[in-house]
């Protein structure tokens, strides 16, 4: 039978609090067109692949024990389940362009019921731990809230609450240094881009009623986007819940704008940021007009900034900000610019991994401008 391999790569991230990310393994060559529909499905929802490598393991753990003769029989009828599974959820013949999330979500929901009749049948029933979030009345699960914020055109399409959970009930998430996790799904409809995983924090309730989270997503190798969203509960036409969400704030990528913490106070949001050198130094008024690059953008962030800002807008206040103990090695050091970051943080003697205030930033970026004038 075809198996997803789920053998989980493991990305290392600079956010310390980015929950392991887990990346399904060859997700290109099991998306190819020439496999079955279920096989491609299989391959984009996390839970299912989890179940397929689920009976997969508990078949050959059944057959090793068996004599012979069982042991075929035993192969025989799987082979038979397998071929049984291409056919037993009238899945569309899809692309990754023409999957809708119904067509997703009433296929999945099947799959998981073979894939979970089979396990029983092998002795091995499927029952996955179940966090307590899952039980409160506000629940969403993260695919859902995902689908709901997949859409990067702007042209968000309201996601039925009830369909979307149906349909991921397999897939359940886990709690991870406090966001609410799951593994694969969904395709976005405008960038098809399936997710390795999707995660929230709930942030809090305005007063106008809009749910505030602060989600992160990975989207396979080391890609982290976070980003602040509002979620709208609406009646559909046929009086069902709808999602619709708006993105509040951008966080831009882990090692550039990528959002470690946030908080949110009445209409007031606080958050933690990485940031690159440039960035750092214009919170101190202002930065050198030379960029400042990493050596890579897989590179860690070189520190943080604490600011402030109104759900209903306006300007962004600096409260605050750090650098990493180890900031100079994710520095360029070919560069006039990059060494002055390096030389001015020195000379002002801040130390690294603590707090410190904006009077001090704006002294090392006066130090920075007087390195820079030296070095002409």
């Known amino acids: 039978m075809f198996t997803t391999r789920t053998a ?54 059944r057959q090793a024990g068996l004599p012979t003769a069982e042991a075929e029989a035993l192969a025989k009828a799987q082979r038979a389940w397998s071929r049984a599974r291409e056919t037993g959820c009238s899945l569309p013949d899809f692309t990754d362009e ?66 979307c959970q149906l349909g991921n009930e397999h897939n359940v998430p886990e709690v991870q240094e406090g966001y609410l996790v799951a593994k694969g799904g969904p395709l976005s409809p405008s960038t098809r881009i399936p997710y390795t995983w999707f995660g929230y924090q709930r942030l809090g309730t305005l007063a106008d009623g809009r749910e505030v989270f602060l989600v992160a997503h990975v989207t396979g190798g080391s890609g982290f986007l976070s980003s602040i969203e509002t979620v709208r509960r609406k009646p559909g036409k046929a009086g069902e819940v709808m999602l619709s969400a708006k993105t509040l704030i951008q966080g831009g990528d882990r090692c ?14 606080t958050m933690r940021s990485n940031v ?19 050596k890579s953008c897989s590179a860690c962030c070189i520190g943080t900034l604490l600011w402030q800002r109104s759900v209903g807008g306006g300007k962004e206040k600096v409260l605050s900000g750090t650098l990493n103990e180890d900031y100079a090695d994710n520095i360029s050091q070919e560069d006039d610019a990059n060494l002055c970051f390096t030389t001015a943080v020195r000379k002002v003697g801040v130390t690294p991994s603590k707090d410190i205030d904006i009077k001090t930033i704006r002294s090392i970026v006066r130090a920075h401008h007087r390195c820079l004038e030296k070095s002409r």
Not at 141 to 148: D, F, M, R, T, V
Not at 256 to 269: P, V
């Open 276 to 294: 690159q050198p440039g960035t750092w130094l214009n919170a101190g008024g202002h930065a050198s007009p030379r960029i400042i690059y990493y």
């Open 98 to 163: 023409t999957l809708s999330f119904s067509d997703l979500w009433r296929g999945a929901r099947c799959l998981a019921g073979l894939y979970r009749e089979r396990l029983a049948q092998l002795g091995a029933p499927y029952e996955p731990a179940r966090p307590a979030a899952l039980d409160k009345p506000n629940y969403i699960h993260p695919l859902c809230l995902g689908a709901a914020v997949s859409d990067e055109t702007g042209k968000r399409v309201p996601v039925p609450l009830r369909a």
């Open 256 to 269: 550039e704008g990528g959002i470690k913490t946030a908080s949110l106070k009445g209409d007031m949001l």
């Open 8 to 61: 989980l790569s493991w990305v290392v991230f600079c956010l310390a609090f980015v929950p392991s990310a887990p990346a399904i393994a060859d997700r290109a060559s099991c998306l190819d067109i020439k496999n079955s529909p279920v096989e491609r499905l299989v391959c984009i929802d996390g839970g299912l692949a989890a179940m397929d490598d689920a009976v997969e393991e508990a078949r050959a753990k």
